[in-house]
């Protein structure tokens, strides 16, 4: 976690880093605490993003599982796109599209973990793209937790309801795409050089 923190963290101000500033630190008139003032509020705005996004994504997912499960459990699969794309319930003991059905608590704990994480760096976060991305995966994270938690067959053990059924490919659900989704962005941000704190990095 703690290597975590140093890659998506802004760097130390003197008061986090227990040093006080010298005469050529402290700051020279209202101006330096107006541009503090604009700072948290950038913050605080990326952090809203961050939770919006993420409460969206999780009310998505839960909504649609309580659907799926309350109209398409133990009934035919529906076909969307001819046999190319159909709507088919299953519990999955395993991770994200079925892989890994025998470590259902370590990914529960996993699961966590990173939403744990994430909760921690939001304070250290200054790019609305970035938000964006961990909003994804926190919600998705979130949404398969929820039934880890309160599905059969019992706590931190509960199996998650997929059932986006494209052919030839494993089933899943909307916070696997959710996860998947936030990845992809935070590849693609780390390929172009954008750092969580707002800061272009060119290697």
Partial sequence: MAEAERIIGTPD???????RPGPAATPAGPGADGQDAVRRT????????LFAVAVFAYA???????LVVAKLEHHAPIQLIGDLLELHAIRNPGAAFGFGAAFTIIFTVI??????????????LYSTPWAIALGLLLGGA????????????GIFE???????????FAVFNLADSAIVCGGILIVLLSFRGLDPDGTVHKD
Avoid: H, Q, W, Y
Avoid at 60 to 66: A, F, R, T
Avoid at 142 to 153: C, E, H, K
């Fill in 13 to 19: 101000t003197p008061e986090d880093s227990g040093e």
């Fill in 42 to 49: 950038g913050r605080g705005r990326r952090i809203a993003v």
């Fill in 60 to 66: 998505l997912d839960l909504v649609s599982k309580l």
């Fill in 111 to 124: 699961a966590a973990v990173v939403i744990a994480v994430i909760i921690r760096l939001a304070r250290k």
């Fill in 142 to 153: 979130l949404g398969n937790l929820t039934d880890r938690i309160f599905r059969a067959p």
């Fill in 158 to 168: 509960g199996e998650v309801v997929d059932f986006i059924a494209p052919k030839g």
